[in-house]
């Protein structure tokens, strides 16, 4: 099941995890250094619901923002 809103076609989304060592400079220290870059995903906040779609009821993986802008009607 793929991880994507069936109204909007909202996604996955990658970015980084960045770790950093040392003390800032604004607190006294010589700055953050960073030790370790990793490839992290950013999951939409989906939701399983029975949506009125053609006539019909059906069972549609909805994102939260699209449920809360009243973009679906409950089946």
Excluded: Y
Excluded at 3 to 28: A, D, E, F, Q, Y
Aim: aromatic share 2%; charged share 25%; hydrophobic share 30%.
């Amino acid at each position: 099941m793929a991880r994507v809103c069936s109204i909007c076609g909202k996604g996955p989304v990658t970015g980084n995890r960045i770790i950093r060592k040392g003390l800032p400079k604004k607190k006294g220290g010589i700055g953050l250094h960073t030790t370790g870059i990793t490839r992290r995903r950013f999951l939409p906040n989906l939701q399983s619901i029975r949506i009125q779609e053609n006539g019909g009821v059906r069972k549609r993986l909805v994102c939260s923002s699209c449920l809360k802008a009243g973009k679906v009607v409950k089946g």
